[in-house]
Nanobody
C-alpha cells in the first residue's frame, strides 16, 4: 500500500509562489507515476501535472503550463510542485496521487489512472 502526504499549501498573494510536496511511504520502485490534481469549491477535481517515476516524463494542464514545474527526488521519495505566478483561479485543494501499475501514459490526466490519493493541501491565492 502507498501512503501519500501533501504539504506546502497556504495563503499567498497573486503573483506569488508556493512549493507543494508529496511524500510517498512506499519504496519508489513500486510507483509508476505521480500526479497532482486540484479541486475548487463546487467544481470537479481537475488534472494539474504528472511525472513518471523512472524517466521523469512530465505532463501539464494548459492552465498551468509555464507557471508550474513538477519534479521528483528519488532519494527522498518525494514529488514537488513548484507554483509560480499564482492567480486567484489557482485557489483549490491540491491532491497528489500515485499510480503503481504500468498504464498507458496517454491516460495520465484521468482520475482512473491513479490508485492512491493523499489527503490534500489547501492553496489560497488572494487578489
Amino acid at each position: 500500500q502507498v501512503q501519500l502526504v501533501e504539504s506546502g499549501g497556504g495563503l499567498v498573494q497573486a503573483g506569488g509562489s508556493l512549493r507543494l510536496s508529496c511524500a510517498a511511504s512506499v519504496r519508489t520502485f513500486s510507483i509508476y507515476a505521480v500526479g497532482w490534481f486540484r479541486q475548487a469549491p463546487g467544481k470537479e477535481r481537475e488534472f494539474v501535472s504528472a511525472i513518471s517515476w523512472s524517466v521523469a516524463s512530465t505532463n501539464y494542464a494548459d492552465s498551468v503550463k509555464g507557471r508550474f514545474t513538477i519534479s521528483r527526488d528519488s532519494a527522498k521519495n518525494t514529488v514537488y510542485l513548484q507554483m509560480n505566478s499564482l492567480k486567484p483561479e489557482d485557489t483549490a485543494v491540491y491532491y497528489c496521487a500515485a499510480s503503481v501499475y504500468g498504464r498507458s501514459w496517454s491516460g495520465v490526466r484521468t482520475l482512473e489512472f491513479y490508485d492512491y490519493w493523499g489527503q490534500g493541501t489547501q492553496v489560497t491565492v488572494s487578489s
